[in-house]
């Protein structure tokens, strides 16, 4: 279970002192979360969208998938998305530097579902990613959000179509989540 530091607000600087024990710590705008290894099947699902996503990004010159340990900083908040579209950078870039992501990607856990569908939506929206996709294994939906317009849940198919490539990429939700 996710567990949220609400008395005090913490720092970037506190968050990288944590230890390194297999828990996956996020700071989003002064609050903490603790998330535990993450289960065969969200890591299934992700790995099927990396799988989706690689080759198109690759043709259209989009930059790279970044799997999980990827970290996304803005506002004074560090985060750590399953799966991450962006540009490389040169060698010797921080994360302070890497380049806006074009696509953040969250799969919905028990432990995650609140933070995913809250306050990482809202810092992502804040931050002009023009493609944040929630994925839900469960509900076997993604949720579309893009900044000024209202979410789109989709439950067959959809196509993604970022600013720089030619076409656009079909998606189909049995694809990601395997079929029944």
């Known amino acids: 279970m996710p567990v949220a530091a609400t008395e005090k607000l913490w720092t970037l600087e506190e968050l990288h002192r944590l230890p390194d024990d297999g828990n996956k710590y996020e700071l989003v705008r002064g609050e903490l979360f603790v998330t535990p290894a993450p289960t065969d099947e969200h890591e299934t699902v992700i790995a099927r969208l990396a799988r989706i996503l690689d080759p198109y990004v690759a043709r259209h010159g989009l930059g790279y998938v970044y799997r999980p340990r990827a970290v ?81 849940i989709v439950r067959d198919a959809f196509v993604w179509h970022p600013r720089g490539a030619s076409d656009g990429l079909s998606i189909r939700t049995a694809d990601v989540f395997g079929e029944e």
């Open 72 to 152: 996304f900083r803005f506002d004074g908040s560090e985060v750590e998305p399953d799966l991450v579209v962006r540009a490389g950078q040169p060698r010797g870039g921080t994360w302070d530097t890497a380049p806006r992501p074009i696509l953040i990607v969250e799969v919905l856990s028990p432990t995650t579902r609140q933070r995913d569908r809250g306050p990482k939506r809202q810092l992502y929206v804040d931050a002009a990613i023009p493609d944040y996709w929630i994925v839900d294994p469960e509900g076997r939906a993604i949720t579309v959000v893009q900044p000024g317009a209202d979410d789109v």
